[in-house]
Nanobody, 124 residues
Framework: QVQLVESGGGLVQAGDSLRLSCAAS????????MGWFRQAPGKEREFVAA????????YFADSVKGRFTISRDNARNMVYLQMNSLKPEDTAVYYC?????????????????WGQGTQVTVSS
């Protein structure tokens, strides 16, 4: 069982940056691929970014490519989402998720554990 706790959300203006953090429990953190997803009001949850268990490869949604980066610190059981050049359409609840495989995935159903989410609001 893995427990995930997100932090770092908030209200920012368009063009600003935010860094989200996700703290994970468990002793085999490097054995999990980690992902970030988001859900805007009235919309389905969508993939944002993912990182391999070792941190060696990453994968991004086209909508955030070039603006967001994902990283992890396996020694601290942490994963981060650095969000730059934020846009109003990035407004959503952001969720951290863990997959019991080292390979990355963009598919919601392939993730086994989820955090409670953190709100990100970008004003224009």
């Amino acid at each position: 069982q893995v427990q995930l706790v997100e932090s770092g959300g908030g209200l920012v203006q368009a063009g600003d940056s935010l860094r989200l953090s996700c703290a994970a429990s468990g002793r085999t953190f490097s054995g999990y691929a980690m992902g970030w997803f988001r859900q805007a009001p009235g919309k389905e949850r969508e993939f944002v970014a993912a990182i391999r268990g070792s941190g060696g490869s990453t994968y991004f949604a086209d909508s955030v490519k070039g603006r967001f980066t994902i990283s992890r610190d396996n020694a601290r059981n942490m994963v981060y989402l650095q969000m730059n050049s934020l846009k109003p359409e990035d407004t959503a609840v952001y969720y951290c998720a863990a997959r019991q495989r080292v390979a990355v995935s963009s598919l919601l159903h392939e993730y086994d554990f989820w955090g409670q989410g953190t709100q990100v609001t970008v004003s224009s």
